[in-house]
């Protein structure tokens, strides 16, 4: 991140770079129905990865 100046003397910034530290696999979402998300299955998914991520 470089931190840049212009004619109002607002600090911007500006991302200069970026690491990817952690990418996990792609998953489908996990539905009960044609219109309804299965939110505990999902939950588990994004645990599961957070703790795999830290």
Same mark, same amino acid.
């Given at each position: 991140m470089e931190r840049c100046? /212009? !004619?109002s %003397? #607002? $600090?911007r910034f500006? &991302?200069?770079?970026r690491k990817v530290l952690y990418e996990? $696999? %792609?998953y489908s979402t996990p539905l009960l129905s044609d219109r309804e998300i299965d939110h505990p299955? #999902?939950?588990a &998914? #994004? !645990?599961g /990865?957070? /703790?795999?991520a830290v």
């Open positions: 100046y /212009e !004619a %003397m #607002l $600090p500006k &991302i200069t770079g996990s $696999p %792609m299955a #999902l939950h &998914i #994004l !645990a /990865e957070y /703790e795999r």
